[in-house]
């Protein structure tokens, strides 16, 4: 989904016009009717994107993710492996609780290859919770 498309559907699920966007924003309605046709989108400054995010209570990381896509497709979810809804919902969470959860899914998939034993190969892996950590920030 492009930004163009984003910018407009967000606005739109808050239930905003662009005038109450550019009253709230400090963004001038002409301004925001060019981004969300995107005759202008090119010229969006950050700070103009920052105060946009804001008023729709959305944070650069999140629009920026597949995340905010789903908010605009319902069957997305459903569509979803098991595992990327439950990295998707850890990435919701505040980062003193999903470093917690994470702390210890590792130490439970530790547990789980040590039962398993040698004769278990796997590849040679980065500690599991740098790379859920980093996953959960690229979703």
Not at 13 to 40: C, M, N, P, Y
Not at 80 to 101: G, I, K, M, Y
Request: proline share 4%; hydrophobic share 40%; glycine share 6%.
């Amino acid at each position: 989904m492009d930004l163009v498309l984003k910018l407009r559907e967000l606005r739109d699920l808050r239930g905003l016009s662009q005038k109450d966007v550019a009253r709230l924003s400090g963004v001038g309605e002409k301004t925001i009717s060019s981004f969300e046709t995107g005759e202008r989108i090119g010229a969006l400054k950050l700070s103009q994107l920052s105060k946009l995010l804001s008023i729709y209570g959305v944070t650069e990381e999140q629009f920026f993710s597949r995340a905010i896509e789903e908010l605009f497709d319902p069957d997305a979810i459903s569509r979803r492996t098991r595992e990327e809804q439950l990295v998707a919902s850890l990435a919701e969470l505040p980062a003193d609780a999903r470093n917690a959860l994470l702390e210890r899914f590792e130490l439970m998939v530790e547990s789980a290859r040590a039962a398993i034993g040698p004769t278990h190969r796997s590849p040679p892996r980065i500690p599991l919770l740098t790379a859920m950590r980093r996953q959960s920030f690229a979703a």
